[in-house]
């Protein structure tokens, strides 16, 4: 067994171009007996002969050196890229033709010490299965947290990704993910070519972000450019020697290569002789005349760049012994290829697809009808008189539509429901939250208003109970159990308004162990949806979460759009009922419809957002009590707030008190009873416009319609009071949600 200064002579040997650092190199072989070595290679194409060999010599060195050798076959990272335009199949075939030639190569995949992970079988099927998806998806998601969007982008920029100035949101993705990489698959040292050593970059830096003390050691190796001066692009055949072609492929483009006489800088031919010739033979053999000096074996770089710097190795001999030695290393791989009938069609199979590199930079749909006069806009009184006043006069199928739509203030579109409903006995309509604290008014019971009519409509409802979705946006601190019990303290205040649940038409959905258990499914549609939409599209829909400046933005804020999106293909949702906050990321899952050619797209019900209690607040905050009333608030708190509420005499617009009265409690009670001051008549009002009606001409003033306001709701809450104070394990339920620190 070798000693410490024998491994880090073996490792350090690679002729790195940075190691990132020896210090800790030395430190981590002195106190760990088999260090993980982590290598990664994305299935794109036909191997180069720089991919195949210098990951050969580098594998078979750290085996020797004692580490335990990992590499990751990155499947879905190639298709998140876009490469090979995005086809799994195929890129799975060039996987499997990268595994032959490693094996042609000398490595011994069977060695105890060697592992090769697909990454498709370790992140993408759900437990059961075997992988560690539920391993793997928090982790990216905690980094995206610590990172932001700009900060990102540059290291994107930095490794050259991207080869136009727009960005994916898959860029985003993938460089986030590479970075997960290295802590999932535990490794103690990274492999990776100088182009794309940021990303280790980033995972040290994150390292500091969550005080890990052991970072993972980088060993960056050469870019070795391409034979022709200028040249780049690896999809031209000229450019590069590849691990299938024949003697005489080789022979022409080493003899066409860019090897000027003397000069050592960028010098493709120098490249490969210093970094896949010498580590393959520890040596390089000349075959010349005696006139040119005859035959010589190099046993340093060193020595060969003294003679060709000085005139003595002449191009005109260097080229040809190139030639031959890199003829000798391919010969087993062409005899392996040619000798197996599956291998030999793999290879057939390889050399038919077409390269791609880049994922397309995808526009917003031409024939997008989302912003169009499509859109529907109606006030929900409207409908609510309809079904109060007409329903004896509607058939059964009026009455569906006309419930279904009394939900949204706006809907996208209206044919669509209409066809939906008369075409589906059971649509599925999708709901969410984002337990993040205590539970408003205008989330309690407007959702429970919103669901009974959805079921009433024969529609089944799948409310996603958004766990992960309030981690990432930094909820209770990130905190998935405070979250996770915030969740069930929503559950039982809908429970105790009479949420009709007991008809099996009401489904919950815990979104981590949703998502868990059907990982194979959801995180595909994931990065399908980033790789098909530009960042500054998803940056767009970040309005959701209530931020907007990009340099504020974290990574986490662009896979929430994502996800959010995919949450509607997901859960099947034929109906999106959120508030118009949510408006934007249920446009987005109109426009993928369109860009994945789907028929059937899921029609959007935004309900009207009711401001906070105070002037100038356009939202209910969680952050300021003051802001609106809460699910459990006792009689006096509720009367304290409605008596402090904005709510200016003869001013209907933008009058919160007369919001609570339009949006929860004629819905509710399905008319509003005003008690009026100095002995006059009381009132019952039947129609929101009526009430609006004499409250702007004076009739009705701002204290007798506090008071009445005050007065219906605590009969709405008085039951969710109830629940609280006579079940032990919700009171106890209430006091830990009480407990937490709203954050945002």
Known sequence: MANL??????ILASDWEECCSQDELLNLLSTKSQPIFLDRFEPSGKITLAQGVVKAINVKKMIAAGCQVKVWMADVFAQLNNKLGGDMNKIKVVGKYFVEVFKSLGVNMEDEKFKLLWASEELLPPKEAG???????????NIARANTVSGVERCIRRMGLCEHDELNA???VYTIMQCADIFFLE????????????????AREYCDKIERKNKPVTLSQHVISALQQGQEKKNDPSSFIFMDDEEADVNVKIKKAYCPPIVVNENPCLEYI???????????????????GGNKTFISFEELISDYESGRLHPGDLKPALTKAINKILQPVREHFKKDATVRDLLKRVKGYKVTKDPPVEKNPVASDIESLSVDSEDPELSSELLSDGLNQMSIEERKFNTVRSIGEECIKVDELKNLLKMKPEPIAYDGFEPSG?????????KAINVNKLTSADCKVKIWVADWFAQLNNKLGGDLCKIQTVGDYFVEIWKALGMKLEEGKVEFLLSSEAINTRSNEYWPLVLDIARKNTLSRIIKCCQIMGRSDKDQLTAAQIFYPCMQCADIFFLKADICQLGMDQRKVNVLA?????????????????HHMIPGLQQGQEKMSKSDPSSAIYMEDEE???????????????????????????????????????????NEDNRIYHSFKALSADYESGVVQPDDLKHALSKALNQILQPVRDHFKNDQDAKNLLERVKSYQVTR
């Open 5 to 10: 200064e024998e491994k880090m002579k073996m």
């Open 131 to 141: 992988s560690r998806s539920d391993e793997y998806w928090p982790l990216v998601l």
């Open 170 to 172: 898959s860029h985003i």
């Open 187 to 202: 490794a103690d040292i990274c492999q990776t070519s100088m182009d794309q050593m940021e990303v280790t970059v980033l």
């Open 274 to 292: 210093r970094y896949i010739i010498f580590p393959w033979f520890n040596e390089f053999v000349v075959e010349r005349g005696e006139k040119n």
């Open 438 to 446: 205590r539970m408003h008014v205008a989330q309690g019971i407007l």
């Open 590 to 606: 109109r426009e993928y419809c369109l860009k994945i050619k789907r028929k059937n797209k899921p029609i959007i019900l935004s």
């Open 636 to 678: 006096e708190s509720v009367n304290m707030k409605i008596q402090k509420a904005h709510c200016p005499p003869n001013v209907v617009g933008g009058n919160p008190c007369l919001e609570y009265i339009k949006y929860i409690i004629f819905p509710w009670f399905s008319e509003f009873r005003v008690n009026r001051s100095q």
